[in-house]
């Protein structure tokens, strides 16, 4: 079965940077998009950006453009989120979720979450 | 950038109940419309694509319609289990965009 295992909660100071990865198992891990969402507390959903894992094309939110680096290794079938430049309110849920097998730009299976904590 | 904007943000309805979710893009997005279920605590669940296709292993009291600007989801028979926040998500181009989002609650 498809599963998406993301690294653990992270606790930054303002400034920083951090990096967090997302496992895949379950699936031919180069044949889907793998995108990056993440969720304030009490807010909306906010998509950041995407991989292509099969080539390393990535696409990013005009909002996170300059902070946002999204890569992957295909040889550990995982994918990293890294934000850089860290401030408080990037304190959020982010979460890895796999492209929709029927439609591309929807998110058919989400990873656990990692909580990313912006405090002095 | 295209916004999304849900209504109501919330609202409480009693077992059985009909509800009805809106979701308005401020410009058309032909059908490139997803519907997202989030239980308390849970990661979001992808419920309908395309406007009004239902994702495998959904109920069927789940629908969704619209085209263009103004789509809705509608639970025609309201259940426990369905005490959730509910999302729409535009996916015709990027950035990709959710709406605020809709706590539906048991009376």
């Known amino acids: 079965q498809v599963q998406l295992v993301q690294s653990g909660a992270e606790v930054k100071k303002p400034g920083a940077s951090v990096k967090i990865s997302c496992k895949a198992s379950g699936y031919t891990f180069t044949s889907y998009a793998m995108h990056w969402v993440r969720q304030a507390p009490g807010q909306r959903l906010e998509w950041m950006g995407w991989?292509?894992?099969?080539?390393?094309?990535?696409k990013y939110s005009q909002k996170f453009q300059d902070r946002v680096t999204i890569t992957r290794d295909t040889s550990a079938r995982t994918a990293y989120l890294q934000l850089s430049s860290l401030r408080f309110e990037d304190t959020a849920v982010y979460y890895c979720a796999r492209e929709g097998i029927a439609v591309a730009g929807t998110f058919d299976f989400w990873g656990q979450g990692t909580l990313i904590t912006v405090s002095s | 950038d295209i916004q999304m904007t849900q209504s109501p943000s919330s609202l409480s309805a009693s077992v059985g109940d009909r509800v009805t979710i809106t979701c308005r893009a401020s410009q058309g997005i032909s059908n490139f419309l997803a519907w997202y279920q989030q239980k308390p605590a849970k990661v979001p669940k992808l419920l309908i694509y395309?406007?009004?296709t239902l994702q495998s292993g959904v109920p069927s009291r789940f629908s969704g319609s619209g085209s263009g600007t103004d789509f809705t989801l509608t639970i025609s028979s309201l259940q426990p289990e369905d005490v959730a926040t509910y999302y729409c998500q535009k996916y015709n181009s990027a950035p990709l965009t959710f709406g605020g989002g809709t706590k539906v609650e048991i009376k």
């Open positions: 991989i292509n894992p099969a080539n390393g094309n990535t």
């Open positions: 395309a406007a009004s």
